[in-house]
């Protein structure tokens, strides 16, 4: 299982958290990615409602700093926000034959 957390950690108001945030992301396409990403994100404490653009390649959760931290000690592989996001998200857009 690899779930990875980019290092984008704008800062910014969302809803009521006024925090630096980040992205927590699969590189599975489809529902072993979506399954993927959600058990990490139960690890996590969040919660299913949250993700962000579900069904889609750009699928993942926002995350604060302080759990993007905890991302990291649970096994969350670090990576750049831009290409390295955008790479996986390309590779999640090719049909697998």
Same mark, same amino acid.
């Given at each position: 299982?690899?779930?990875?957390? $980019? $290092?984008?950690?704008?800062? *910014?108001?969302?809803? =009521?958290?006024?925090?630096?945030? +980040? !992205?927590?992301? +699969?590189? #599975?396409? @489809? %529902?072993? @990615?979506?399954?993927?990403? #959600? *058990?990490?994100?139960?690890?996590? @404490?969040?919660?299913?409602?949250?993700? /962000?653009?579900?069904?889609? &390649?750009?699928? !993942?959760?926002?995350?604060? %700093? &302080?759990?993007? /931290?905890? *991302? #990291?000690?649970?096994?969350?592989? &670090?990576? +750049?926000?831009?290409?390295?996001?955008? *790479?996986?998200?390309?590779?999640?857009?090719? =049909?697998?034959?």
């Amino acid at each position: 299982m690899t779930v990875y957390v $980019d $290092d984008m950690q704008l800062e *910014a108001v969302v809803g =009521p958290v006024d925090g630096v945030w +980040s !992205h927590l992301l +699969s590189d #599975l396409p @489809g %529902e072993a @990615g979506r399954r993927e990403l #959600l *058990a990490f994100a139960e690890r996590l @404490g969040l919660e299913a409602r949250w993700i /962000q653009n579900p069904g889609t &390649p750009t699928e !993942h959760f926002d995350v604060t %700093e &302080p759990t993007r /931290q905890r *991302a #990291l000690e649970l096994g969350a592989v &670090p990576i +750049s926000y831009g290409r390295a996001v955008a *790479a996986i998200t390309r590779a999640k857009r090719v =049909p697998c034959s």
